[in-house]
């Protein structure tokens, strides 16, 4: 069964593809997601790796946190799974 991995406090300028070669070293990904902001496009600094299985997903884990990508130290543990907020409302700002 596949596991979500969080990955935290990338580079802004992290893409999917340079993610993919990263993890692909521990293990099978199955698919790679940067967190982007709705209003701008611009990548948050975060976001998720699913690997194949859990023992590619932990020994990703072990080798990538605290590891130095594109200038920045990784924070990757496993992701926790959120309930989506469906009453997002924006705020009046007057």
Known sequence: MSKKVYVGNMNYATTENGLRDLFTQYGEVVSVNII???YTGKAKGFGFVEMNTE????AAIEALN?????????RV???E?????DNFR???NY
Not at 81 to 85: A, G, L, T, Y
């Open 36 to 38: 982007v902001d709705r």
């Open 55 to 58: 023992e590619e997903a932990r």
């Open 66 to 74: 605290g590891f130095e990508y594109m200038g920045r130290q990784l």
């Open 77 to 79: 543990n496993e992701a």
């Open 81 to 85: 799974d959120k309930p989506r907020r």
């Open 90 to 92: 924006p705020r009046n």
